[in-house]
C-alpha cells in the first residue's frame, strides 16, 4: 500500500476533519490486522427462500420485497434448487420470518444436512431471532449463521413490527454459539428511517461472541415499502459505524452486498474503502479504483459468500 497516496485520497474528500481522521485511524489498524490485501467478493451466494413469497411479518423497509428475488425453496422444492445451482460453492438459506421473529430454516434440518452431503456444498443461513432448541436443529447443517443484530427497542417495534427486544437477538447470538455455529453477524446502518439507531450497541453485542467476521449492510430505501421515502444513511454515518467497528474487532469486516446503488454505491464503495474494509461483496468501479489508486492488492473470490474468506 502506498501511503502518501492513501493520505491525498483522504485530503481530497469532502467531509470533515473529525472524519477523515477515523477514517485514518481505522485503515491504519486495518492494515496492521490485516495487511494489504482486499477481497472483492463477485458473486455472492443465490438466496433460497424456504417459505416462497410468505413473511408473518410487515417490516417497514422490506414487507417480503426481497423474497421475491430469491429462488423459490418452499413446499419440497429445495433440493431442485440446489441442483439448479450445480458448480456453486454454497448456497444461502433465507424466506420470511415467522411471528417469532425466526426464519424457518431450523424445520428442514435433516432434509437440509442430506442435501449439503449429498451436493457437498456450504450452507449460510439468515435466522433471524432464534431459541436454544433452534439453534441446536441449526447446528446439523449450519456453516454460518447470518444473523442481523439489532441494538435498538424501537427500532425492532416500530420498523420490524416484532413484540421483541435487543436481548432476544444477544441470546440468538449466545444459543447458536454454544453449539459452535460460526457467526457472521450483520450490522444493519440506517435501519431505523435511515437515522443511526442502535448500531453502535450491536457492535458492542456481537463483540461477545467471537464473531468470525463482522458485515456492514445498509439500508436501502426500498419502491413499493413504508419507507420507500425515507433516505438511506450518510455516508458519514456508515463510515461511523465502519469506522467504529474496525476499532472493535480484529476479525475481517466485510460491506455487503446489501446497500444503495448507483452515485451513493460508488461513493459508499471509495469510503468504505478508504475506511478499513478489507472485504466487499459485488464491488463497484470506484471500488476497484481506489483500491489501486492506493496500491491495495485486489483478490478476486468468485462464487462465495462474503462472509467466507479465500478458503
Do not use: W
Amino acid at each position: 500500500m502506498h501511503f502518501d497516496k492513501y493520505c491525498a485520497q483522504i485530503d481530497a474528500l469532502s467531509t470533515d476533519d473529525t472524519t477523515k481522521n477515523a477514517m485514518h485511524k481505522s485503515f491504519n489498524r486495518r492494515m496492521e490486522l490485516l495487511g494489504n490485501d482486499i477481497l472483492f467478493f463477485r458473486e455472492p451466494f443465490t438466496p433460497i427462500s424456504l417459505t416462497g413469497k410468505h413473511c408473518s411479518l410487515k417490516c417497514r423497509h422490506c414487507d417480503s420485497h426481497y423474497l421475491a428475488h430469491m429462488l423459490d425453496g418452499s413446499n419440497g422444492k429445495l433440493r431442485s434448487c440446489t441442483q439448479r445451482l450445480a458448480g456453486a460453492n454454497g448456497i444461502l438459506l433465507s424466506g420470511g420470518s415467522l411471528p417469532d421473529g425466526s426464519v424457518p430454516t431450523y424445520l428442514q434440518a435433516d432434509e437440509i444436512a442430506q442435501i449439503k452431503k449429498d451436493a457437498n456444498i456450504k450452507i449460510s443461513a439468515h435466522t433471524g431471532i432464534v431459541n436454544r432448541g433452534q439453534a441446536e436443529l441449526l447446528s446439523k447443517y449450519l456453516d454460518m449463521a447470518l444473523v442481523d443484530v439489532i441494538g435498538d427497542d424501537e427500532t425492532i417495534h416500530d420498523i420490524l413490527g416484532l413484540c421483541a427486544s435487543v436481548q432476544d437477538y444477544e441470546n440468538t447470538l449466545s444459543h447458536l454459539s454454544s453449539f459452535g455455529i460460526r457467526l457472521a453477524p450483520h450490522i444493519i446502518v440506517g435501519l431505523h428511517n435511515g437515522e443511526l439507531k442502535g448500531e453502535i450497541r450491536a457492535l458492542e453485542i456481537a463483540r461477545k461472541f467471537n464473531p468470525e467476521v463482522v458485515v456492514i449492510v445498509v439500508f436501502i430505501p426500498t419502491k413499493g415499502t413504508a419507507l420507500q421515502g425515507a433516505a438511506p444513511p450518510g455516508i458519514e454515518d456508515v463510515v461511523k459505524v465502519i469506522t467504529k467497528a474496525r476499532e472493535m474487532f480484529d476479525v475481517p469486516l466485510s460491506l455487503s452486498c446489501v446497500r444503495p446503488g448507483g452515485r451513493y454505491r460508488s461513493m459508499l464503495d471509495k469510503y468504505a474503502v478508504l475506511s478499513g474494509i478489507d472485504r466487499m461483496a459485488v464491488p463497484s468501479r470506484s471500488a476497484y479504483r481506489i483500491g489501486q489508486d492506493i496500491d491495495l492488492n485486489i483478490i478476486e473470490i468468485q462464487k462465495m459468500c462474503c462472509s467466507y474468506g479465500v478458503k
